[in-house]
């Protein structure tokens, strides 16, 4: 398998969203502190010939660990399953124990991100909600250290990108502003990391202004 190479399909319908899908896992991972050897082809081949696709996934030594960015209420059920599909696949593939994060928009119930694939059998995928990260505490976090000139780690910078997504007091429109303004002063960062969260708050503000 060649190293470090990585394929993406868009397989949500909502298509506002096709850039974040490009790159919210991958926040997510390092945001969260996944420790990894090396990512993984996440394209698969089915015998119908039917192709099956991920959004990430990092090898360890001991397990793979695969990142799926849900944005879309509608046919749950449908995404699930080609999801179960996956896990039993890549992991028969690996021969390794495979853990599944699905990362979600704040407007998903997380109660109802549940698969039963057979009578009394239930395929439940770990949750990642945005609900679950305080996006005014980290805005206010941030905005403090630009102000006083303390340099941002990577994860700090990469987390602005999904901040908008995070629970918060604000109006959606309102926090993106906030977000994309506080972003643009910051300067002691990668150009290229810096663009593509830029260009991740744009598609937000498309989204929500």
Known sequence: MKKNKIYHGY????????????????????????EFCDEINVELINLKPKVLR???????KDKIILYEFLSTKSNIANILR??????ARIGYD?????KINLVV???IDKNQVVLEYSPGQFFRPEVIS?????GDKLLSNITY?????IK??????????????????????VQVVKTLELARKITDIDDELKDSVLGILIVLADKFI
């Open 152 to 173: 941002l780690t990577c994860n700090e910078f990469l987390a602005l990108g999904i901040l908008p997504l995070m629970k918060t007091k604000h109006e959606a429109g």
């Open 11 to 34: 397989h949500h319908e909502d298509l506002t969203l096709k850039f974040l899908k490009e790159n919210t896992t991958k926040y997510i991972a390092k945001i969260t502190g996944a």
């Open 105 to 107: 928009t704040p407007e």
């Open 54 to 60: 991920i959004d990430y996934g990092i090898k360890k």
């Open 94 to 98: 690996y021969q390794l124990k495979v």
């Open 130 to 134: 945005f609900k679950d990260y305080d």
């Open 82 to 87: 080609r999801i179960f599909l996956y896990v």
């Open 145 to 149: 250290k630009v102000k006083n000139n």
